[in-house]
């Protein structure tokens, strides 16, 4: 199995920011894709950003230009730091994270993928 423990969510006016941390843990052998997540009341969980095992960021365009996600690879650790935060991005985030295994003697690998619980970011006005 795989934990992930994710930090940094809270309270911050307009304008402001916040820096969340995801940090996993359990029996994997590498981590493919790291990413963060959003859920607003009564819409969908959408992408905000995602960084691959090589460092290439994505980002949805509601978040480019304020936010940025980077990897920690000693500590299998993602990061989102969040700027200039505005009301619409209150939300859960949530940390997703593709796990690699190997199954065999042959090097086959399988990939999983895992959900933080999520924490809340609130923007206030």
């Known amino acids: 199995q795989v934990q992930l423990a994710e930090s940094g969510g809270g309270l911050v006016q307009a304008g402001g920011s916040l820096r969340l941390s995801c940090a996993a843990s359990?029996?994997?052998?590498?981590?493919?894709?790291m990413a963060w997540y959003r859920q607003a009341p009564g819409k969908e969980r959408e992408l905000v950003a995602r960084?691959?095992?090589?460092?290439?960021?994505n980002y949805a365009d509601s978040v480019k230009g304020r936010f940025t996600i980077s990897r920690g690879y000693a500590e299998n650790t993602v990061h989102l730091q969040m700027n200039s935060l505005k009301p619409e991005d209150t939300a859960v985030y949530y940390c997703?994270?593709?796990?690699?295994?190997?199954?065999?003697?042959?090097?086959?690998?399988?990939?999983?993928?895992?959900w933080g619980s999520g924490t809340l970011v609130t923007v206030s006005s």
């Open positions: 997703n994270v593709a796990v690699r295994r190997v199954v065999n003697v042959e090097g086959a690998t399988v990939t999983q993928n895992y």
């Open positions: 359990g029996r994997f052998d590498s981590i493919n894709v």
């Open positions: 960084i691959t095992s090589g460092g290439t960021p």
